[in-house]
T-cell receptor
Framework: DTGVSQNPRHKITKRGQNVTFRCDPISEHNRLYWYRQTLGQGPEFLTYFQNEAQLEKSRLLSDRFSAERPKGSFSTLEIQRTEQGDSAMYLC?????????????FGSGTQLSVL | AQRVTQPEKLLSVFKGAPVELKCNYSYSGSPELFWYVQYSRQRLQLLLRHISRESIKGFTADLNKGETSFHLKKPFAQEEDSAMYYCALSHNQGGKLIFGQGTELSVKP
């Protein structure tokens, strides 16, 4: 599968623990996005990278959240001191800039459950 | 504030019937509008975008700036159209999208 890959698919953790998710974008894509989706809602933008530079962060992204894309390839999203409200599907998407209306390719997501 | 509203959480139609999924947006500039679809156990994927003026899988959507709407239409629904549909808005032609809450389309045989 040459699409966007996310690991793990599911993560169950206890409140207060730290978790880290990984996203591997399509290899030639230089833009990478993180979205969060809660039950019954559409995805909400969290942050995005162009190559290794983090260009924008949503106000939704509290200081407990940090994202990196160290070599402009894969990205990690870490949540520190998880809270029950962090339970959601975390989606990663990638794209190639240079086209009008860039097209996002989404991964299958990581489902986080905070107990 | 920029916002996308999909008033129907669930839309149920019979096979062969016309279908219209409603989407209204709130935006002060010139938005770019999209429809994304998620079939059961599959990834979210782009269905169509208004700038392309294309028809995908028989679906079309027209941007109506006067009514600030971007409704998705298909004249004859098929069972395989059953899925979750999300309307989305981009204000800078980038990948930072504002999604609606989604409408689940159920096409009954």
């Amino acid at each position: 599968d040459t699409g966007v890959s996310q690991n793990p698919r599911h993560k169950i953790t206890k409140r207060g623990q730290n978790v880290t998710f990984r996203c591997d974008p399509i290899s030639e894509h230089n833009r990478l996005y993180w979205y969060r989706q809660t039950l019954g809602q559409g995805p909400e933008f969290l942050t995005y990278f162009q190559n290794e530079a983090q260009l924008e962060k949503s106000r939704l992204l509290s200081d407990r959240f940090s994202a990196e894309r160290p070599k402009g390839s894969f990205s990690t999203l870490e949540i520190q001191r998880t809270e029950q409200g962090d339970s959601a599907m975390y989606l990663c998407a990638s794209s190639t800039r240079g086209h009008p209306n860039e097209k996002l390719f989404f991964g299958s997501g990581t489902q986080l459950s905070v107990l | 504030a920029q916002r996308v509203t999909q008033p129907e959480k669930l839309l149920s139609v019979f096979k062969g019937a016309p279908v219209e999924l409603k989407c209204n947006y709130s935006y002060s500039g010139s938005p770019e509008l999209f429809w994304y679809v998620q079939y059961s156990r599959q990834r979210l994927q782009l269905l169509l975008r208004h700038i392309s003026r294309e028809s995908i899988k028989g679906f079309t959507a027209d941007l109506n700036k006067g009514e600030t709407s971007f409704h998705l239409k298909k004249p004859f629904a098929q069972e395989e159209d059953s899925a979750m549909y999300y309307c989305a808005l981009s204000h800078n032609q980038g990948g930072k999208l504002i999604f609606g809450q989604g409408t689940e389309l159920s096409v009954k045989p």
